[in-house]
């Protein structure tokens, strides 16, 4: 009888133990969101070198900001105003850059593959290097960047005229 009831006792526990282990892995694994800095003021301010992967900054007024080197895949960052932000280095991949102004942005070097600039305002932007590959678009300001196109894009290698297919 004692053997038994230090048998269910002992089960119990041990079922007890897992079910708290188990409870805290799920903790400690539990999946990051995104930050949402939609509509927000943040001109001016340093954002280099961060994850900021599926950001949101809809309507953000980032003005003169720095996201030089920062992982901005899937960000959106659509209706912002980006006039002299920093994009140099920055993986800009997939992100929703539509309705944006990026008067005087700098994007040395930075990867923008299958982004979404359709609507844009990208007058004398800095694209030296910068990676177009597979780039939303519109045929006007296509042909405005390849005016002024050159280098190569030093982690994908690839042309920045060949990305924007200019002539």
Known sequence: MKTRIIKQ???KLITLVMVLLLGSISILVEPTWAVNYSNRALIDTDFSHQDLRDAIFDHASLRGSDFS????SGVRLFGSNLSRVNFTGANLS????????LTRANFTNAILTGAFMTNTLLDEAIIEGADFTNV???PTTEKMLCENASGTNPTTGRNTKDTLFCP
């Open 9 to 11: 006792f002992g089960i």
């Open 69 to 72: 080197y920062s992982d901005l």
């Open 94 to 101: 997939n992100a929703d850059l539509e309705s944006c102004r």
């Open 136 to 138: 939303l678009l519109s």
